[in-house]
């Protein structure tokens, strides 16, 4: 099971839709003493390539930002979007993108907590805040809907409340990315999708984010061991395994964690866990086959992300 990878760049409709001018742009509006730490930090964190015109795509699953591209490219004939709505919408969903992981290592003490970091998170978070209020501006409850995915995403990771089943992991994750959906959700009453398709779209989105956070957990299971980190693994696991887990994070019992990594393989937890990837991929594409709303090859790009795993 170690290394599996899905192929992020097999379906890439458009591009040059984002070739992250939105990142050089939150570069540029810090302070010039920080400029060049800040690139570097970018450079590395989202391996991006200079010369692969500074894309960013290698970093995110296609279905991540291409569910914006689809939404847009079936946005009806007798409406428009103007340059500025496309721009804010990029703008938006992209710090999105970049607040997510970023916010989830700062917390997780994987990034030290450097002022530049700091920096460069706050100013992301103002112009996609910004960005979020001019696009939201025109639509109705524009603004009801960025405040109340910001309060559950803010909600989620500020919880005390215990998880305690792979179920109620995915659950908190289904919240925790929330900011995600806010420019399609804004994007669908735009475009006056019926509720019910709308729905179901940010619905595939949502399972879709699950199966990619379940990939990381098993790709990570051997660093999680070491951490501690109570991964979703961790949650498919027997009692008896999970308390072996635990002593392999605090270092009692002498159980090393590549030692748990191997009983962990044969529990059948990982296989567990891929199913539970391959379902919730399939339930991304049927729910939004169902939507009776074309997006295009929505559907069709989360199918071809189980193509590995189904080989597995």
């Not at 007798?78 to 970023?102: G, Q």
């Not at 910004?130 to 696009?135: D, I, Y």
């Amino acid at each position: 099971m170690d290394g599996v990878k899905l192929h992020r760049c097999q379906w890439q409709p458009i591009i040059s839709m984002y070739l992250v001018p939105n990142y050089i742009g939150v570069n540029r509006s810090m302070p010039a003493s920080t400029q060049t730490e800040a690139f570097l930090f970018i450079i590395t964190y989202l391996r991006a390539s200079i010369a692969d015109s500074f894309n960013f795509l290698q970093y995110f699953y296609p279905p991540a930002w291409s569910i914006i591209y689809w939404l847009m490219m079936s946005f009806p004939k007798e409406k428009t979007l103007s340059k500025r709505n496309i721009r804010d919408a990029k703008t938006a969903h992209s710090m999105a993108m970049l607040l997510h992981p970023l916010d989830d290592h700062l917390n997780d003490n994987d990034l030290m907590a450097t002022h530049v970091l700091i920096l460069l998170r706050s100013q992301a978070w103002l112009i996609m805040m910004n960005a979020l209020k001019r696009f939201a501006k025109n639509v109705e409850r524009g603004s009801e809907i960025v405040q109340d995915r910001i309060n559950t995403y803010y909600a989620s990771i500020c919880s005390s409340r215990v998880i305690d089943s792979l179920n109620s992991y995915c659950d908190r994750f289904r919240e925790e990315m929330a900011t995600w959906l806010i420019i399609p959700a804004l994007l669908a009453r735009k475009m006056n999708i019926s509720a019910d398709a709308a729905a179901s779209i940010l619905s595939g989105y949502e399972s879709f984010g699950i199966a990619w956070r379940l990939l990381d957990d098993v790709i990570d299971l051997e660093a999680d061991i070491k951490k501690g980190v109570r991964s979703s693994v961790y949650w498919a696991l027997s009692d008896d395994a999970r308390k072996m887990w635990d002593r392999s994070s605090t270092i009692h019992g002498g159980i090393s964690a590549s030692d748990s990594k191997e009983v962990v393989h044969q529990t059948g937890a990982i296989d567990v866990v891929i199913e539970r990837i391959c379902s919730e991929l399939e339930s991304a594409a049927s729910v939004t086959d169902s939507s009776q709303h074309s997006t295009g090859g929505l559907a069709e790009e989360y199918r071809s992300l189980m193509k590995p795993l189904r080989r597995i």
